[in-house]
């Protein structure tokens, strides 16, 4: 197994705030294209305020994107030195621009580049035993990409860093690395630039999904020794606290009881059980 360089620490800052938390990287981006001062998340339906997104909006991602020691940390901080989420603009705008509803605007072609003529510029490639590869997201996506890419070069959107409380499947910012087990065939090209980020990193798409390939034997998941996060126990929904050990695998370290999902908290990216009435907030 390939080894992974542990991540050393997910303690983060809360800061207070009269308004809805805005990290210094974001706000001063937004400064620079006149973005309200008065009204940061001016043109952002919050139907629902939430403590954990920016603006109380889930598609603008986590309150603690980009803290400092975020940027420090040996794995997630090379892969989000870089991003600066509304690349030049505001939350408003942004949603303007890529918001759908409730939800996000995605790009045609399933996000590759385009030639000339409009098609996608991709080619069926085999992925071999030992390969990492990486995502931000839950396992029910399709998308992968070859371990360690920059996430602005991934043309995510700022929703991918943040965990569905909904979900008992979190883990610090969404990230999930998985190691190769048998052949597996992929989509393989160049992502086009979307949601104001630049793209051209490379981008595999699978036939199933994650959780489908780490079922059928192909993937397994893997992870850094001492990381925290939420799961379900084997072979079950039932939300459980796990920990990543010295060989690189989840395991169970205690299980939430009747009525409760695992939540990682936004203040240190631990885990603890609550009540669904709390979660669902």
Known sequence: MHAITPIISFSLLWLASARP?????????????QCDAKDFCSGVPSPAASDQY??????LGPIDLQNREILTNSVLGPLLTSYNPFAGSCPGAFLSE????????????????????GD?????????????????????????????TPYEQRSLPPMN???????????????HVYQVIKELVVREGP?????????????????????????????????????HGCGNAPGTNVPTQILCSS????????????????????TNQMPSCQAKSVVAR
């Open 21 to 33: 938390f805005v990290p210094d990287a974001v706000e001063a981006a937004a400064t620079a294209v």
């Open 54 to 59: 920016i603006c109380g909006d889930n598609r």
């Open 98 to 117: 890529y918001g759908a509803d409730r939800g996000l605007r995605y790009p045609q072609k399933d996000g590759f580049q385009l030639d000339a003529n």
């Open 120 to 148: 996608p510029v991709m080619t069926n490639t085999t992925l071999t035993p030992g390969t990492l590869i990486d995502r931000f997201g839950a396992d029910r996506g399709f998308f992968v990409a070859p371990y360690g």
């Open 161 to 175: 860093l943040a965990n569905n409380p909904k979900y008992s499947d979190g883990t610090p910012y969404n990230f």
């Open 191 to 227: 992502i086009a630039p979307w949601f104001g980020q630049p793209g051209k990193g490379t981008q595999y798409v699978l036939s199933t999904s994650v959780k489908q390939a780490v079922a059928d034997g192909f993937l397994v998941e893997t992870c850094s020794p001492g990381i």
């Open 247 to 266: 060989s690189g695998r989840w395991e169970t370290t205690g299980e939430c009881g009747s009525g409760q999902f695992c939540r990682l908290q936004p």
